[in-house]
């Protein structure tokens, strides 16, 4: 699986659009791009995933660039409960999901 | 809908003592794995199963068994239990294998070695 690169942390002011980065230069043509976060020490929730078009559900927007080298998440209005730690995930068809490798991740704290 | 349980959410064993983990999903899934996850760290794969009566080892498996004798089921067990195991441990699930399939996780089981 392709390594990915995001920073420690950020900060965002509530109700403001959160925009988290990830690098994943490496990156291959079957592997998809994943997001989860982790709210104080629960267990990792699913946010959004994508393979090469941007998508976007009730809970966050997944912007990939054209080379698929890098991604951003997008939270549009944040709220306090959006402070967690958000892992930037790569997956592939031939390692598949047992293979998922967590990194440390970011911690997102939004601030009133 | 319940998603994924484990049980107990809280333990403190002694060293050597042995201890199963709990772990039970509602959703017909057919793959499941344990992780466990240190203070600061992001999460390590210990074991996986593709389906009833199928198991594999996955990044740090030492000091674990698995067994999955149902399709709902996941149980994780500590034989001699050792300070290095201290952890939280978490226990997801989900459809099919592959990349296109996100994982669910259940809330954890916070161990303690003493």
């Known amino acids: 699986d392709a390594k990915t690169t995001q920073p420690p942390s950020m900060d965002c002011a509530e109700g403001r659009a959160a925009n988290l980065p990830c690098n994943h230069s490496t990156i291959s043509g079957n592997e998809y791009v994943y997001w989860y976060r982790q709210i104080h020490s629960q267990g990792p929730q699913y946010i959004i995933h994508g393979l090469k078009n941007n998508e976007t559900n009730e809970m966050a927007s997944l912007i990939i660039t054209e080379d698929r080298k890098s991604s951003t998440l997008i939270l549009p209005h944040a709220t306090l409960r959006d402070t967690a730690v958000y892992y930037c995930?790569?997956?592939?068809?031939?390692?598949?999901?047992?293979?998922?490798?967590f990194g440390a991740g970011t911690r997102l704290f939004v601030k009133a | 809908n319940a998603g994924v349980t484990q049980t107990p959410k809280f333990r403190i064993l002694k060293i050597g003592q042995s201890m199963t983990l709990q772990c039970t999903q509602d959703m017909n899934h057919n793959y499941m794995y344990w992780y466990r996850q240190d203070p600061g760290m992001g999460l390590k794969l210990i074991y996986y199963?593709?389906?009833?009566?199928?198991?594999d080892k996955g990044e740090v498996p030492n000091g674990y068994n698995v067994s999955r004798s149902t399709t709902e089921d996941f149980p994780l067990r500590l034989e001699l239990a050792a300070p290095s195991q201290t952890s939280v441990y978490f226990c997801?699930?989900?459809?099919?294998?592959?990349?296109?399939?996100?994982?669910?996780f259940g809330d954890g089981t916070r161990l303690s070695i003493l």
């Open positions: 997801a699930s989900s459809y099919v294998q592959g990349p296109n399939q996100p994982q669910h």
């Open positions: 199963s593709v389906g009833a009566g199928i198991t």
């Open positions: 995930i790569v997956k592939s068809l031939l390692s598949g999901g047992f293979k998922t490798i």
